[in-house]
């Protein structure tokens, strides 16, 4: 009798503890962000990337009336950072700005990736899109795509490009350029972008395929000389550069973009607040301009939902693994 009275109680007692932990869960997801939020910029200060998660942050931490504070943690093509935040508590306080090679590329560029990017992280939203705009050198003998590519087949063996190092959006660029010219231009793998920049302005490489970000002040400088932007479609900033579409390569584009996420198990109160306060910023004529001014176009309203970011990750994932086993390419 007693013990069957113990039992009841003990039992009665662990349903009330568990509602009141869960509404104390609840409670907490509700009122999140009680304090300062850290966005995980997996690549060094001063990229593109970096920039475009500044200027987020900037905007979005009045929103959420808590500060956003950017951590650079880069390292293995931004799968450092991108780990470091699949592996956090999943309370809203930790979150990645994404891009297509944290994951995309990496899944199949790396041997062995140190997360699987469509099931180890809570998509929240595609924020931007940056196209790739193929450069050469200023005394390059070729000023049209057409130009470009009749010259680079019948000089293959002579020629070089660079990249800001092997598995980078700059190179995986540049392998598909390759591959759809038809060509094996040998590639120079340097420690940024900076350094390849600084050669191609030198004249000791023939050509970059450069994120429109990084390659606008120097194309607007005169110091190299802007070929093609490799999209269907032209870039705001350089609304007279023809595009591959245009210049005989239809089916050819090479793109970065960039989208936060947080950890897989997030409560699905702190993702809608965070969806809701990046779409408000996106939403902000300010961003806008800014973003647009480094050459980043911001996604249609239509694209900007978690649910729309999940399967554009997996069709992403499909769309360059085809590409990147053709290359031959992998990192250990």
Same mark, same amino acid.
């Given at each position: 009798m007693f013990r069957s009275l113990m039992a009841r109680t003990l039992a009665v007692l662990g349903t009330c503890l568990g509602l009141s932990w869960g509404l104390s869960d609840s409670a907490r997801s509700q009122?999140?962000?009680?304090?300062?939020?850290?966005? $995980?910029?997996?690549?060094?200060?001063g990229g593109p990337t970096d920039v475009l998660g500044r200027v987020m942050a900037e905007y979005m931490s009045p929103i959420l009336g808590q500060q956003i504070i950017v951590e650079n943690v880069g390292? &293995?093509?931004?799968?450092?950072?991108?780990?470091?935040? &699949?592996?956090?508590d999943p309370d809203?306080?930790?979150?990645?700005?994404?891009t297509v090679g944290?994951?995309?590329?990496?899944?199949?560029?790396? #041997? #062995?990736?140190?997360?699987?990017?469509? %099931?180890?992280?809570?998509?929240?939203?595609?924020?931007? !899109? $940056?196209?790739?705009?193929?450069? %050469?050198? #200023?005394?390059?003998?070729?000023?049209?795509? !057409?130009?470009?590519?009749?010259?680079a087949k019948a000089n293959q063996d002579k020629m070089t490009y660079g990249?800001?190092? &092997?598995?980078s959006a700059t190179h995986l660029g540049c392998v598909l350029l390759n591959a759809a010219m038809g060509t094996k231009i040998a590639h120079v793998p340097y420690r940024g972008t900076g350094p390849a920049m600084q050669d191609l302005q030198g004249g000791r490489i023939d050509f970059l395929c450069e994120i429109v970000t990084t390659a606008l002040p120097q194309i607007q400088g005169g110091a190299v #000389?802007?070929?093609?932007?490799?999209?269907? !479609?032209?870039?705001?900033v350089l609304p007279d550069l023809p595009t591959a579409h245009e210049r005989g390569l239809p089916d050819f584009e090479a793109y970065t973009w960039n989208a936060f996420f947080l950890p897989k198990g997030t409560p699905e109160p702190i993702v809608k607040k965070l969806h809701? *306060? %990046?779409?408000? *910023?996106?939403?902000?004529?300010?961003?806008?301009?800014?973003?647009?001014?480094?050459?980043?176009?911001?996604?249609?309203p239509d694209r900007r939902s978690p649910e729309y970011l999940a399967g554009f990750v997996e069709s992403e994932i499909k769309k360059w693994a085809e590409p990147i086993r053709s290359s031959g390419v992998n990192v250990e």
């Open positions: 009122d999140w962000p009680t304090r300062p939020v850290t966005m $995980v910029v997996p690549f060094a200060a390292g &293995a093509g931004g799968m450092t950072g991108s780990l470091r935040v &699949a592996r956090a809203g306080y930790t979150f990645v700005l994404g944290t994951h995309a590329q990496n899944q199949t560029l790396y #041997k #062995k990736p140190q997360y699987h990017a469509a %099931t180890d992280f809570q998509p929240v939203a595609l924020i931007a !899109e $940056v196209p790739l705009i193929l450069i %050469t050198r #200023k005394d390059f003998p070729a000023d049209t795509l !057409e130009a470009f590519i009749a010259y990249s800001a190092g &092997a598995g #000389k802007a070929i093609a932007t490799l999209t269907r !479609e032209r870039s705001p809701d *306060a %990046t779409v408000q *910023a996106m939403d902000n004529p300010a961003v806008r301009d800014r973003l647009q001014g480094l050459g980043a176009m911001l996604v249609a």
